[in-house]
């Protein structure tokens, strides 16, 4: 396929500008640059028919069923992409809501920041929310610096370690990390969950804090949370909610009730907008009692006059520039008045229901990695297909050629050939069906003629990559 680099003719143009009705001014040369910018020149059916051969190379939710576990992509209703290419919203610049003469401009957009918190922060059962972290792992980082800023306030200096889990997403320890905490990992038990007698032993007086995400990475919740949030806290360690996995208890349980004293929530997963390519998205968090005077700030409050920012005395400080990817909040906005209560706890209801249906449907084919039933993911292991020389892999490539996405494979690390299976609350039985069909399939197949398998993919614009090297070497002769 062409790059539209290559497709440029000098001279071509896609838009006409209109003359200028102003007189030509000069820039100051100091501006200008020497060479001209090397910016491919193309007509504008060169641009559409570019583009949109390029989307349908691509797989996404609204052209494949994308069961991707841990990652909850979800549709995305095209009400919500309305609502955010509003003008009074896409068109606002940002710095209007910090100039006073400016406010009164931008008190819709500034209502829409103070309920969109509020919301989050009732569903998260938590005091009050901040919406500037960018993603979820950047939202860990607000969080793990929040209990740094607890800590330091009450001269906590012998507090240094944050424990998690080894079924933990990766970025729960490299946040840790990062705010310059120390991290001991407590391992799963048999059963998939937490090894509590493990946990107590580590909880000393340097803990600073326990990261833990309930329901956690193998689908399952944290039958102990309780005493979890009891133990930690007897030692003065606060607990940190890893949202990510907040479809399966949205509407139903709220992490503030059950002891935690943060939270990120995933824009970006649980609350319309789905995610991938690396964004944008936003790591909304919300806070207890005991981290509220830390919070980011400025914050949005509501006065007699209509909405201001106020700056928080002991606040750690901001985490992003304004309010950060507002124009996701605002698709968070329109599904959460949209459903309302009644209709998040549906959601719930649906993300475990359909989870579980397709468990029951694939366990005989694959290994269940844990008895039991799921939450709103169901993890399998590939391990009797390996064994016969199939890998995860080779299922996750035969399902492209079936019409589906892959479900997330190798992660978590704690399950050998592991294959996470998320389909969302928002697919029909007939797509679950259909894609447990082709699962099953692949598993006779396993037995019947393994090798059809390893070639796969056979029916896409290219087959299987050098991944290494297609993610360090974009050139690379392995993308054509
Ligand atoms: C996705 C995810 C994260 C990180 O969120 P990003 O928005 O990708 O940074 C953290 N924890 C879990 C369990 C996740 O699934």
Request: hydrophobic share 45%; glycine share 8%.
């Amino acid at each position: 396929m062409e790059l539209i680099f290559e497709k440029s003719r000098a001279g071509r143009r896609a838009v006409s500008l209109e003359p200028l009705d102003v007189p030509e001014a000069p820039l100051s040369t100091e501006f200008c640059r020497t060479a001209a910018l090397p910016l491919p020149e193309v007509g504008e059916l060169d641009v559409v028919r570019h583009f949109t051969l390029l989307s349908r190379l691509n797989f996404g939710v609204d052209s494949h069923f994308y069961p991707l576990g841990s990652c909850t992509m979800k549709y995305n209703p095209k009400v919500s992409e309305l609502v955010a290419a509003l003008p009074g919203f896409a068109a606002l610049h940002p710095h209007l809501s910090t100039a006073k003469v400016y406010e009164p401009v931008c008190q819709g957009a500034l209502e829409l920041v103070f309920e969109t918190e509020r919301m989050l922060a009732e569903i998260g059962g938590m005091k009050a929310g901040c919406l500037q972290p960018m993603a979820g792992a950047h939202g860990e980082l607000a969080g793990v610096l929040l209990i740094a800023a607890y800590h330091r306030d009450k001269g906590n200096t012998h507090k240094r370690t944050i424990l998690i889990p080894d079924s933990a997403h990766g970025t729960n320890p490299a946040t840790a990390a990062m705010a310059g905490f120390e991290v001991r990992e407590i391992p799963s038990t048999a059963a998939g969950t937490m090894d509590f007698d493990k946990l107590v032993e580590a909880l000393d007086d340097t803990v600073a804090g326990v990261m833990m995400t309930c329901p956690n990475t193998h689908g399952l919740f944290e039958p102990k949370v309780h005493e979890v949030a009891e133990r930690a806290h007897a030692v003065d360690a606060l607990l940190y909610y890893d949202g990510a996995n907040l479809n399966a208890i949205v509407g139903k349980c709220r992490p503030g009730d059950l002891g935690f004293d943060v939270m990120h929530f995933n824009l970006h997963k649980t609350f319309a907008t789905p995610h991938g390519m690396g964004g944008p998205g936003s790591g909304a968090i919300a806070v207890g009692e005991r981290l509220l005077p830390y919070l980011p700030g400025p914050k949005v409050v509501k006065g007699p006059d209509g909405y201001t920012l106020e700056a928080i005395p002991k606040s750690m400080g901001r985490m992003a520039a304004f309010f950060g990817n507002f124009l996701i909040a605002v698709r968070a906005y329109a599904f959460l008045r949209h459903y309302g209560g009644d209709g998040l706890a549906s959601v719930g209801e649906n993300a475990v229901l359909n989870a579980n249906y397709m468990f029951a449907r694939l366990r005989g084919a694959y290994q269940a990695a844990f008895e039991g039933n799921c939450m709103h993911e169901c993890v399998l292991s590939a391990s009797r297909q390996a064994d016969k020389g199939v890998h995860a892999l080779d299922i996750a490539k035969a399902l492209l050629d079936r019409g589906f996405h892959a479900p997330t494979i190798y992660f978590p690390m704690t399950v050998r050939e592991c294959l996470m299976i998320e389909p969302t609350e928002t697919e029909s039985k007939e797509t679950m069906d259909f894609f447990c069909d082709a699962m099953l399939e692949i598993a006779r197949l396993v037995d019947e003629d393994p090798n059809a398998l390893h070639a796969a993919p056979v029916t896409m614009p290219v087959s299987r990559l050098d991944e290494v090297r297609a993610a360090k070497n974009l050139n690379c002769a392995c993308l054509t």
